[in-house]
């Protein structure tokens, strides 16, 4: 992590439970066991990401006076709750719908392309005394790592009842990265 030397005890407490809720979701994303079916694995794999976003907006919430970044942090807790129940909703027979051992590789593949990526870029964020900054410069590459699973998964054969789950995530936090931009840039991060 990219600390640099003074960080305030404010700063400090935030950075140490993003460290913990970085770790967790990297650990629930990696461990989990993989199955013959890519709707399933998608689920498996992504309710931990949500988990990790939900955290890190409860994180921020608790140290943020920008009601910009509230309203993000609050949205970002809305959708992703309703995106892990619907997930779970359909769970059971989404692991129903299976998929050859070439597509299997191919999807798991560019999914340890991505998270890797995602991975290193939330590890190595900058970081400065400005929360809210840190939080805009860790959920980005959060996000991005959401869209492009989604997008891997769109290309294959998955249970259908996942499909809009995947365009809404798709759609919500690519406005949110967009919103986010915008955000770091009118408050000079």
């Known amino acids: 992590m990219n600390k640099p030397c003074q960080l305030s005890n404010v700063t400090k407490a935030y950075l140490d439970a993003y460290e913990c809720i970085r770790e967790e979701m990297i650990r629930g994303m990696t461990e989990v066991?993989?199955?013959?079916?890519?709707?399933?694995?998608?689920?498996i794999q992504m309710i931990p990401h949500h988990r990790a976003a939900i955290e890190m907006s409860e994180n921020l919430l608790k140290y943020t006076t920008n009601i910009s970044l509230q309203e993000i942090a609050l949205g970002i807790i809305s959708e992703q709750t309703k995106s892990i129940e619907d997930m779970q909703r359909i769970q059971r027979s989404c692991v129903e719908c299976k998929n050859e051992y070439k597509e299997l590789c191919h999807y798991q593949n560019r999914i340890n392309q991505v998270t890797q990526k995602m991975f290193c870029?939330?590890?190595?964020?900058?970081?400065?005394?400005?929360?809210?900054?840190?939080?805009m410069w860790e959920m980005i590459p959060h996000h991005r790592g959401a869209v492009e699973m989604s997008k891997n998964a769109l290309r294959y054969d998955i249970c259908p009842e996942l499909r809009p789950i995947l365009e809404a995530i798709i759609r919500s936090q690519e406005q949110g990265i967009r919103r986010m931009c915008r955000l770091l840039q009118c408050i000079g991060c």
Do not use: Y
């Open 33 to 43: 066991e993989l199955a013959d079916s890519i709707s399933g694995n998608f689920i």
């Open 121 to 135: 870029c939330m590890t190595n964020a900058r970081f400065t005394n400005s929360v809210n900054c840190n939080f």
